[in-house]
């Protein structure tokens, strides 16, 4: 065990050496690159320092990069530099002007007008408000850095992003979220030379690892989770000076507390393998600064595996020294320091020494209360912090409600001119078209109105031309009638005469109606000149009482046909004729004195 430990501390004192000289080489580059090159270099150099611990070098290397970085109007450097600034102000709690930074360090970022810088300036938001225990805020800057980084390739600043948002889903407990993040953490940081960085992923998945192995206790989730953290190991030793001793001292005591915590008591080699890994955490930082915690733990550690065996001497001594190293702490490390005192508290109380059970418990009051007051200076700092915060994005968010208010007058104003001018010419245009329209209109209401005219004269010329035709048919019609009427009478005659056996001269018979045709044609003429209206008003006016023979009558005596000619028409005597005159004069309501013939005149008119 003893050569083991040899191995340990040369190794140790071989691993020092070489990050002495990584910083030394750097160094060196540093003081013969030209000045536009340094500020890059001086970044790389406080990154060290700062994951050694060395937080007052780290500063001042930091702010010599910014400077140079400034002189030159390289903002992408002096961002990260200030990023640097941000980082080392919150590991050594001095948080007075660190807003002041953070905001510093976006407002170079969105000067360099790069997206790889606006990712580093949101990561400084992000690093503020993880010291503010504000994890909503840690996510969505950390979704801003991202967004910066979809067409632009920095897997740097993206595995740092992606690791803080590992750490905030795993103070919510979200499994799906640690293993997601851990895993695109660790993708990233591959891909980079930065093996303390990727020592802090492998570290992540091991907690991930741990999260699924909780959940499922299957054993090949435990195996994972070692398999991660003896990554880191590897790195430590195949990369010397580039794996913080710091960084390997966490992933020792991860290990140590996962051989203590799941694997049996009775498993002596899981024992020996907690204790070794328990010691080499001690003794990685031993002397470091800032690192009393990782020594607590170890011998925390170390204590638990001596009572485990039953060795209570050895258990007191660790646990003691604990004590001494955490009570040299300046300030101390309440949160470690009560836990220790606890332990000593009640390691004694199972002893039976009430005395110092009692001591320690009143220590722990004691110490508690300053934890208290601790926590409570650092919240008003906290609070300060995000008042000004909040104070500050108030204000930006009033000027930005300004400026949008003024963006929006001005679309307004301008939309109300334009509007306006389109109004007009939609006015103008629509009086145009009104007037055209009207005109149009008018035009066709003319047109319209003479078609209808015309339509309208084409109708009634058509009326009047049936109407006279209809006129003609009917003088026609009657014409024929009174003709048809007389052969038929004649034609009734001569068959009488027949019947009785007279001698028929048809030749004088022809003769008369030849003569009779000649003069009815020119009668018929005649007829066909009687107004259409004329029975209708002549039976109006006899009430009706008038015979077919009877409108006969009048017809030729319309005509103007003597007693003669109307007597050989219709076939009758003379004194047959006159007879019919009387009796038609009758029943025409006539007086004697009042002439037949000019009454017909007068209603055929």
């Known amino acids: 065990m003893k050569n083991c430990l040899y191995i340990i501390a040369m190794f140790m004192s071989m691993s020092s050496i070489a990050q002495n000289r990584w910083a030394d080489s750097l160094q060196t580059a540093i003081d013969q690159a030209g000045e536009k090159e340094k500020p890059a270099l001086l970044n790389e150099l406080a990154e060290i320092y700062r994951i050694n611990k060395n937080y007052r070098a780290a500063e001042s290397t930091a702010r010599k990069s910014a400077a140079i970085a400034l002189k030159h109007d390289n903002f992408i450097d002096a961002t990260k530099a200030y990023t640097l600034l941000v980082f080392t102000r919150i590991n050594t709690q001095q948080l007075a002007d660190l807003k002041q930074i953070s905001d510093s360090a976006l407002t170079l970022a969105q000067q360099a007008k790069d997206p790889v810088a606006m990712a580093y300036g949101y990561y400084s938001q992000v690093l503020l408000f993880k010291m503010l225990d504000n994890g909503e805020e840690v996510v969505r800057f950390c979704n801003k850095g991202l967004k910066e980084l979809e067409n632009t390739d920095d897997p740097y600043i993206a ?6 948002l590992y750490a905030v889903y795993s103070d919510w407990n979200n499994e799906a979220r640690v293993n997601t993040y851990a895993r695109k953490a660790t993708e990233n940081a591959l ?8 020592s802090n992923c492998y570290m992540a998945m091991s907690v991930a690892h741990e999260y ?6 299957s054993q090949s989730q435990l195996d994972s989770t070692l398999f991660f953290l003896n990554k880191v190991e590897l790195l430590y030793r195949q990369h010397p000076g580039q794996v913080g001793n710091f960084a390997y001292a966490i992933a020792c005591i991860n290990l140590a507390n996962c051989y203590l915590k799941y694997y049996s008591e009775t498993d002596t080699g899981a024992a ?18 800032n690192s009393e915690e990782v020594v607590a733990s170890s011998l925390g550690i170390l204590s638990e595996y001596a009572s485990r065996a039953g060795n209570k001497t050895q258990t007191e001594s660790y646990l003691l020294e604990a004590y001494r190293v955490m009570k040299a702490q300046q300030p101390p490390y309440y949160y470690t ?3 220790v005192v606890q332990a000593l508290s009640s ?3 199972q002893q039976g020494d009430r005395e110092k059970a009692l001591k320690f418990q009143k220590e722990v009051t004691e110490y508690n209360k300053k934890d208290f007051n601790q926590k409570q200076a650092v919240n008003a700092q906290k609070l300060e912090i995000q008042y000004e915060t909040e104070k500050k994005n108030n204000e930006m968010q009033i000027l930005k409600e300004q400026e949008r208010n003024r963006r929006l007058q001005s679309y307004l104003y301008g939309a109300i001119a334009l509007v306006a001018v389109l109004a007009l010419l939609i006015m103008y245009r629509a009086n145009r078209f009104r007037m055209r329209y009207a005109l149009q209109r008018e035009r066709q209401l003319q047109l319209k109105v003479k078609l209808e005219k015309e339509e309208q004269a084409r109708l009634k010329a058509e009326q009047q031309l049936l109407e006279t035709q209809q006129q003609q048919l009917k003088k026609e019609v009657m014409a024929n009638v009174l003709q048809l009427e007389h052969k038929n009478q004649t034609l009734i005659n001569i068959k009488d005469k027949l019947a009785e056996g007279d001698k028929v001269n048809m030749q004088k018979i022809l003769k008369e109606e030849m003569i009779l045709d000649s003069n009815f044609e020119h009668a018929k003429l005649q007829i066909q000149q009687v107004h259409p209206d004329f029975f209708y008003l002549l039976n109006e006016k006899a009430q009706r009482k008038l015979t077919m023979l009877d409108l006969k009558f009048c017809a030729y005596l319309y005509l103007q046909m003597d007693t003669r000619q109307i007597a050989q028409l219709m076939n009758v005597e003379a004194k047959s004729v006159r007879m019919s005159r009387y009796r038609i004069k009758q029943k025409l309501g006539l ?3 009042e002439d037949l013939n000019s009454f017909l005149q007068g209603l055929g008119a």
């Open 191 to 198: 891909r980079t030379k930065d093996y303390n960085l990727l």
């Open 159 to 164: 595995a740092r992003i992606y690791y803080r």
């Open 347 to 349: 390691f004694y109380e």
């Open 272 to 289: 020996a393998k907690g204790m070794h890994y328990a010691n080499t955490a001690r003794d990685l930082t031993k002397g470091m600064a």
């Open 337 to 339: 320091l009560i836990n």
């Open 212 to 217: 699924n192995f909780n959940t499922s206790k």
């Open 591 to 593: 007086d004697k004195e």
